[in-house]
């Protein structure tokens, strides 16, 4: 993130400034927000504070009312983006009136759409953050990592679901399987945005599911 000078917290007397008549947790509110816009689409290291605050409509100075550090912005970031997502996987994954693979399939048509509608310009907080890790705080590798393992988990599950429903291979690991999904998707979600097309999604997203069909 771009290291725009903000006043240092020195101080951090009586209550933070109003902020067009919204309260403390509204105005974290939207900075969490901004900042999440910002960083799908231009990433951490060109992200600048100065820029988040005017997209927020935050005043300069009250930035630290709100967070100790811009290492503690990201971080909360990183926290309200996996809180995002993983509701959006429970609500397709754990779908029980569709078959196990229609959910996954779902998830992706929802996700494809989501990208074109901000034409390919925001890509994943945690993919885009996992491509700056040498210049990010290094508090920030553990936690992406969890996020990680989250999604994957998630997955597993679903794609477990379907083994045991017989549309996928006895001889499958689900676990790997889940493994090697986010990899892959990832990958085709930053050439996505690369190429402001939803071609690379598709491409691995229907390999992916031809790779893991039980021809019975």
Not at 9 to 36: D, Q, Y
Not at 134 to 144: K, T, V
Request: net charge positive; with cysteine; proline share 5%.
């Amino acid at each position: 993130m771009n290291t725009s000078p903000l006043p240092h917290p020195l101080k951090r007397r009586g209550r933070p400034p109003k902020n067009a008549g919204r309260t403390v947790g509204e105005t974290r509110a939207s900075l969490i927000r901004a900042g999440l816009e910002m960083l799908t689409e231009k990433g951490y290291s060109a992200a600048g504070l100065d820029e988040i605050l005017r997209h927020a409509g935050v005043p300069k100075g009250s930035f630290y009312h709100y967070f100790r550090s811009k290492e503690d912005f990201g971080t909360a970031l990183i926290s309200a983006y996996a809180d995002y997502f993983a509701a959006r996987l429970e609500r397709w994954l754990r779908n029980a009136e569709q078959p196990p693979l229609q959910r996954l399939a779902g998830f992706v048509a929802d996700a494809v759409q989501g990208m074109a509608r901000y034409d390919f310009r925001r890509g994943c907080l945690v993919g885009n953050l996992g491509q700056e890790m040498g210049a990010l705080p290094e508090s920030f590798r553990q936690q992406l990592s969890a996020v990680f393992a989250d999604w994957q988990r998630r997955t597993e599950r679903c794609l477990s679901e379907a083994q045991q429903q017989g549309d996928i291979a006895a001889e499958h690991d689900c676990r790997q399987l889940a493994e090697f999904f986010w990899i892959g998707w990832e990958g085709a979600v930053l050439r996505a945005k690369l190429e402001q097309t939803a071609t690379p999604l598709t491409v691995f997203t229907s390999g992916f599911f031809r790779m893991i069909e039980n021809n019975k």
